[in-house]
């Protein structure tokens, strides 16, 4: 082999290890760029929610358990019912702000769920449990322990998996619900945007002492040629924001009759129309003392509602309210 054929075969030779070697590194790079992404996929899926949002968002009943007791709440068509320990109509704020809670749930880490795990992040016997049933009787508890409150975490076990999440602490505090926290303590269910005509009538009078129709760009009224949009809408927000002082849901013989004596000819009767519904309340005179409910004599009066179940008592401070001015309209 001559000069010339033999440096012609050690650049083959050498063209042909270089294409190897940077063969080598291309299918090297593509394997670490693979296993990379795997490695990626798989944190994030771990991090991932273990509240199904498919739960969440077809929920038929949450039960929820903590030290004060057990809640039980059920949807009925769009509103939500207090089913246990009694039934009532339920807060659907409160109710909102729970499951947007859970929605909005942040995974930090994961360990697994083992005993000793169990017992050190205190979901052996846990205060809290939340019990989530959908409309197709799907099921999903989550059990809440040990708060952190150094990170401002928690630690929950979820149903079917066998992990456990340290999460952010959930806004809604479950370990503090107690009843009066889910109760609907509002005498007034419709919102002042849903009522399209508001009628209030005084005992003295047959016919409606005002007459408030909503009209496309202004209120109508049976009474003044010239009224406010927006100070109608105030007045009736105020009457639709009343409080309750409290809610008789047990009543013996003596008081139900004594009840009904206050409600035979009531002071004031208000009728409200939305695009759905038409609601009757019927409002008493002051009330003399009651001291089975702890009713201070004239300090408070009671109200019904057509689409309620239970008597309201309000506080004397709100009667007031009933009583519609010119000046609250003009």
């Known amino acids: 082999m001559n000069t010339n054929e033999y440096s012609r075969s050690n650049r083959n030779s050498t063209f042909v290890l270089l294409a190897f070697v940077v063969a080598i590194f291309f299918l090297i790079g593509i394997s670490e760029v693979f296993k990379g992404s795997s490695r990626d996929q798989g944190a994030e899926s771990q991090l991932l929610s273990p509240i199904r949002a498919d739960i969440l968002a077809n929920i038929k009943t949450i039960k929820i358990k903590n030290n004060l007791g057990t ?6 068509n769009n509103s939500w019912l207090l089913k246990e320990p009694r039934l009532m109509p339920a807060n659907t704020d409160v109710i909102n702000s729970l499951l947007s809670d859970l929605a909005s749930t942040s995974v930090k880490s994961i360990v697994a769920k ?4 169990l017992s050190n992040f205190a979901l052996e016997n846990p205060t ?3 019990d989530l049933f959908t409309e197709l009787d799907e099921q999903l508890k989550i059990q809440i322990g040990l708060i952190n409150p150094i990170n401002n975490t928690t630690y929950i076990s979820v149903t079917d998996n066998d992990s456990i999440f340290q999460v952010d602490v959930f ?11 889910l109760i609907d303590s509002s005498v007034f269910s419709p919102s002042v945007s849903e009522v399209i005509e508001f009628t209030i009538f005084n ?5 409606p002492t005002n007459v408030l129709i909503r009209g496309e760009e202004n209120w109508k009224s049976n009474k003044y040629k010239t009224i406010s949009k927006e100070n109608v809408d105030k007045k009736i927000e105020k009457i639709l924001n009343i409080d309750t002082h409290m809610i008789i849901d047990k009543q013996n013989e003596e008081l139900k009759t004594m009840l009904a004596n206050y409600l035979e000819k009531p002071l004031y009767r208000v009728i409200l129309k939305t695009k ?12 003399k003392a009651i001291p089975e409910l702890k009713l201070e004599k ?8 057509s689409d309620r179940q239970y008597t309201y008592v309000i506080s004397k401070a709100n009667m007031d309210e009933f009583y519609i001015r010119y000046s609250d309209l003009k």
């Open 71 to 76: 809640y039980t709440l059920t949807k009925d």
């Open 114 to 117: 083992d005993p000793i795990n």
């Open 128 to 130: 809290v449990s939340v």
């Open 171 to 181: 806004k809604t505090n479950f370990q503090s619900y107690r009843l009066s926290d």
């Open 203 to 207: 005992r003295d009078y047959k016919d």
């Open 276 to 287: 759905d519904k038409k609601i009757e309340y019927q409002i008493s005179s002051l009330l």
């Open 298 to 305: 004239r300090q408070y009066f009671l109200m019904t509602a």
